[in-house]
């Protein structure tokens, strides 16, 4: 599985975007990118993966460049309530499941 | 929706007990994953099961650390006998595996403390 590598922490103002980066150039063809963060004391919880293509959703967006070797999970408006460990996670979706592999993350802190 | 349930969600208990850990996933998930965290190790994975078959069990740590899955609704994890260093927080997670569904649901972990 490809090793990934984030920033240990970034601070973001509330109201603004928060851009968190990952690199994952040993990547494959057939490995997809997830991100998970995790508040203090709670599991883990999903927020996007993408394979080749840019996504969004309610909670995100994941950029992922076109030679697939880094990605950037955008939250648009951070709030108070995204602070948190945010981890990047390249893994291949298998059909007996996928176990995720956790780094350290990068913990972001969002202030007033 | 419940989402995962885990039991207990506190537990301190003396070195050289037994330590059962609960899990019920989602209904419906059909994988559940074991995980551990500590401050030292991070978020590590202990073991998975698909269909309640054990796939992938290399991240138990030692012949101490038992995992089961009898039903698609409940799992254990169990610590026999249990040492100080095996203190951490283990979080049980499921999810429907196959397919594009890729999103694992986490249960609120259990705290484990062993004197």
């Known amino acids: 599985d490809a090793k990934t590598t984030q920033p240990p922490s970034m601070d973001c103002a509330e109201g603004r975007a928060a851009n968190l980066p990952c690199n994952h150039s040993t990547i494959s063809g057939n490995e997809y990118v997830y991100w998970y963060r995790q508040i203090h004391s709670q599991g883990p919880q999903y927020i996007i993966h993408g394979l080749k293509n840019n996504e969004t959703n309610e909670m995100a967006s994941l950029i992922i460049t076109e030679d697939r070797k880094s990605s950037t999970l955008i939250l648009p408006h951070a709030t108070l309530r995204d602070t948190a460990v945010y981890y990047c996670i390249v893994r291949v979706a298998r059909q007996a499941g996928t176990a995720l592999i956790f780094g350290k993350g990068t913990t972001l802190s969002v202030s007033s | 929706d419940a989402g995962v349930i885990q039991s207990p969600r506190h537990e301190v208990t003396e070195m050289g007990q037994e330590v059962t850990l609960r899990c019920k996933p989602i209904s419906g998930h059909n994988s559940l994953f074991w995980y551990r965290q500590t401050m030292m190790r991070g978020l590590e994975l202990l073991i998975y099961?698909?269909?309640?078959?054990?796939?992938?069990d290399s991240g138990m740590p030692e012949d101490r650390f038992s995992a089961k899955m009898p039903n698609a609704s409940f799992s254990t994890l169990k610590i026999q006998p249990s040492e100080p260093r095996d203190s951490a927080v283990y979080f049980c997670?499921?999810?429907?595996?196959?397919?594009?569904?890729?999103?694992?649901?986490f249960g609120p972990g259990t705290r484990l403390t062993v004197l």
């Open positions: 099961f698909n269909n309640n078959v054990p796939i992938d």
């Open positions: 997670a499921s999810s429907i595996s196959g397919g594009t569904f890729h999103e694992q649901f």
